[in-house]
């Protein structure tokens, strides 16, 4: 399975992707305008980078010309690597709810549900069951 | 529920909200103005940025212009991002203790509630139940 | 067992093993060309480092001449190492579906086998016995 | 209990204390003097940046002016902040034989108390009770 | 007991130890000279360190002059750790495989001994007790 994988990749260097870097709360994230827009062609970070003009947030870039996100750079790494190969993974220490409180913010909404589908789980059994 | 958010984000755009960084014993963050403002208008931050002038702090910048403060950078990481969406989220690696130091210090009284909460639902039983 | 080592590392001096970095997301790794064609030759890594000529990614660098690479700086991490001593290590807090992530993106086959295995194991067992 | 944290910091302000930034193994942390001096007189920090003359230390800088120190930025960090508040935090993650070798290194004697209860207490109970 | 770790520090600053930066893996550690010959004046770092001429890796530094090694960081850290004070201290996440991989490496024996009795320590017991 790990064949077609590169097929990807070059497609990706050949349709000469732009890169960019995201200054999300101090931390760079650097990748692809693609990455960004293809996932989910609704959500905020799509509608961001969809297109260089019209987009209110175009002003905001740092020093680097990174664009700047008001943000945890944390909560924002599972973000990214969802949008990069969509899947969701998420790492021992991290809360899943930072993970949820930023997808909503971006509206990914299928990454939403998957979220609350991962909190609802690990939430521990509630002693709410009546005593008959 | 995403919907709503990305508006949010655009307004903030709009009304031009001025970017600014943070030196936090070393470790950059880089957010809004009314990100550290608007939450807790009492608090230590929201005082310290609330306007430019009359602020014995002013001075305290690094050679790239941001504004040091002499504490740890790991807790205060919790506490910027309470500040960016009003909700506290904690990983597990965390020490609450240590995030309670500086919202005590930041003077942010909702924050220190809920986190002193936090720590005594963590606090293993107390052995002290008298013996009958 | 320590002896023998220093003398590969030598080698390695000795054929003036050209440095490379590589910015993953945004995160920088220094290391070598035959670090990353050695093991699997062919695997994407090692068909886009083997010569400089004709591939499709050579010109995405930064503006420090790092080579750009989509993915997570987290998951990456295991991946070179993997690469450097033929040995995966994972640490407690790295969840392994992100590093298998990163293997069939690479095309690292002899990785994808070892990482599935892990996960396997790691598995609860299935509540799927039937009863009889 | 928060109201009067932001009296100290003002004060700090006032008083015009200077920053200055710590190399320790690579990594950098920003402090004031008085951070580093006020908490254990008798400490090594305490001694290095009492004052700027005749102290053999003075001259390892690096070439950003940051002081060298030999050590380890993980163990470091909860030394400093320590330092910030007097009020020793350890995230789950850190290993207190660390924190202590440092506490060690650096003359910190109330904290090196305090480490070497959180270690006894840490300890499994040896199987050495005599068997009746 | 940390009355007379402060000594020790002074006669480094005394000796004017030669401060060097090595670039593992993309990550800097800073140190001294002494720090990575003294300990195991066998091993692969301090040959590489002893003196400044006739080692075949003195070529190979990056463009801010620091000592390229294609290593993990991650595993690095405990063992310029362990060199710094002679104390192996490893934090929970840290799986000690990784740094075993990196104590071969570098030709560390007595660091190898100790880390193998770890790993021997934490694995499991077999099921293989024969069943009589």
Chains 1, 2, 3, 4, 5 share one sequence.
């Not at 995201?22 to 297109?51: C, E, H, I, W, Y």
């Not at 905001?60 to 969701?88: K, T």
Request: hydrophobic share 35%; with cysteine.
């Amino acid at each position: 399975s790990g064949e077609n994988k590169p097929d990807i990749c070059i497609k990706k260097a050949c349709t000469k992707d732009e890169w960019l870097t995201l200054n999300v709360g101090g931390k760079m994230f650097t990748t692809t305008r693609s990455t960004l827009t293809g996932q989910n062609p609704g959500s905020m970070l799509a509608r961001m980078f969809t297109d260089d003009k019209g987009v209110g947030w175009k002003s905001s870039v740092d020093e680097n010309g990174a664009y700047l996100i008001d943000r945890s750079a944390i909560y924002f790494e599972p973000i990214i690597n969802y949008l990069r190969h969509n899947c969701l993974v998420l790492d021992k220490n991290i809360n899943p709810y930072g993970v949820l409180e930023e997808a909503q913010f971006f509206g990914l909404t299928s990454l939403i549900d998957q979220l609350e589908e991962i909190i609802e789980m690990n939430q521990p059994a509630n002693d709410e069951t009546p005593i008959t």
